[in-house]
């Protein structure tokens, strides 16, 4: 329940209830600041692909799942803004797929880590791994406390998927050799780009599909997880993810000159 109430028929109501469960995860700590800007970087690009789930994200969750699925250790990272917007999806994929979550904060405060991990249990979760009283580990090339993982989670993980994640650490994940998943609304960003597989879609929408898929896919044999994961190819995902934006605009170019009618003819605006 949000404190803003917004109107069930508004346009953007689902927009606006994810942003309001930002801002409440920012009151209660669990979210950065600058997670907030995150999130408006995240928005617009939502915008430009359309605020939908398209064919080329489902097709890539797909992929992801089974990578999940058929890893031998894989792990679920949790930052503050996926924490506060899909905590009960990200505890039940976890289960699905039997990956930990570890908590990995870039901009960290103990505060914040608490607020996360408390949240993770009210959510359902029974371990919470990333936490300042549990043994860490360093991944080079990177400072500060983004160094710090798990060794029962990141340390020893061969797949880890690390929703809104920073470049840097995506490079550094990826130079220790893990198999990176993301999911990121920004198709050009670095972590976008040097992920081995790429969600374009919002977490919000995404983290319910992967349930979902999980859920189908579980019964799987690894041999058909892995054709699954091989034949998918993130770079023409991303250049087609591109695509998508370009054809959406080219749409709502047309589209602007219809709203301009209905407006001279005074039919109501929606
Ligand atoms: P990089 O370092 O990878 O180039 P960046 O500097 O743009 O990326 P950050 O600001 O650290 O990245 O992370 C925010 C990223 O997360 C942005 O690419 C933004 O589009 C994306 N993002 C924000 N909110 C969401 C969301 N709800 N679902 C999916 N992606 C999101």
């Not at 710090?148 to 920073?166: A, Q």
Request: with cysteine.
């Amino acid at each position: 329940m949000t404190k803003t109430e917004i109107p069930p028929d508004h346009p953007r109501r689902v927009s606006l209830e994810t942003r309001e469960a930002i801002i409440e995860g920012h009151e209660a700590h669990i979210v950065a600041t600058a997670g907030l800007l995150a999130h408006g970087r995240g928005e617009a690009f939502d915008y430009l692909i359309g605020e939908t789930t398209t064919d080329l994200a489902r097709n890539a969750a797909r992929a992801a799942v089974a990578a999940l699925l058929s890893a031998s250790h894989p792990v679920l990272s949790v930052n503050g803004n996926v924490c506060s917007l899909v905590p009960e999806e990200l505890v039940e994929l976890s289960e699905l797929c039997r990956a930990p979550l570890e908590i990995n904060l870039f901009y960290y405060r103990k505060e914040r880590e608490d607020a996360i991990k408390d949240a993770l249990f009210a959510a359902g979760a029974k371990e919470v791994l990333g936490t300042h009283d549990r043994p860490s580990m360093t991944i080079p090339e990177l400072s500060s406390n983004r160094r710090k993982v798990d060794p029962e989670g990141i340390g020893s993980g061969d797949v880890i998927l690390v929703p809104l994640e920073d470049g840097d650490r995506t490079e550094a994940l990826k130079a220790i050799g893990k198999f990176v998943i993301t999911i990121d609304l920004n198709p050009m960003s670095r972590t976008a780009v040097f992920s081995d597989i790429t969600i374009v879609d919002n977490v919000v929408r995404t983290l319910p599909l992967m349930t979902e898929l999980a859920r189908e896919m579980k019964e799987l044999p690894k041999e058909e997880l892995h054709r699954i994961v091989e034949s998918f190819d993130n770079t023409k995902n991303l250049a087609m993810a591109v695509e998508v934006i370009i054809k959406h605009l080219e749409a709502t170019a047309k589209d602007i000159g219809k709203i301009r009618e209905r407006k001279r003819t005074g039919v109501k605006k929606i």
